[in-house]
Nanobody, 124 residues
Framework: QVRLVESGGGLVQAGGSLRLSCAAS????????MGWFRQAPGKQRELVAA???????NYADSVKGRFTISRDYAKNTVFLQMNSLKPEDTALYYC??????????????????WGQGTQVTVSS
């Protein structure tokens, strides 16, 4: 069974940095896209950044120039380097994976895996 486990969240002052990590576990053959979403209280979940198997990246306008997404393809891990953090970046950050080929008693191709979330709080 495929699981996504995030780490690296925490409390930081405005202008500071954090690095989030998300490792996918299980018998995984390939993952198409991995990314990060976030959800602040009272708001909808939104895409922060994503990266495909070919290395193409996509960022929300609000984080361009401040956040960088990267992957370790051999370890099925995705990272989010967050610099120049602002109070409005405060949210629960979720790891996401699409197009996952895995084996769990049978061969599986599935979209829409989610991690449990890691809290990022930026104080002003």
């Amino acid at each position: 069974q495929v699981r996504l486990v995030e780490s690296g969240g925490g409390l930081v002052q405005a202008g500071g940095s954090l690095r989030l990590s998300c490792a996918a576990s299980g018998t995984i053959f390939s993952i198409n896209a991995m990314g990060w979403f976030r959800q602040a209280p009272g708001k909808q979940r939104e895409l922060v950044a994503a990266i495909t198997s070919g290395g193409s990246t996509n960022y929300a306008d609000s984080v361009k120039g401040r956040f960088t997404i990267s992957r370790d393809y051999a370890k099925n891990t995705v990272f989010l380097q967050m610099n120049s953090l602002k109070p409005e970046d405060t949210a629960l950050y979720y790891c996401h994976a699409d197009g996952v080929r895995s084996y769990s008693g049978d061969y599986v191709y599935k979209n829409d895996y989610w991690g449990q979330g890691t809290q990022v709080t930026v104080s002003s």
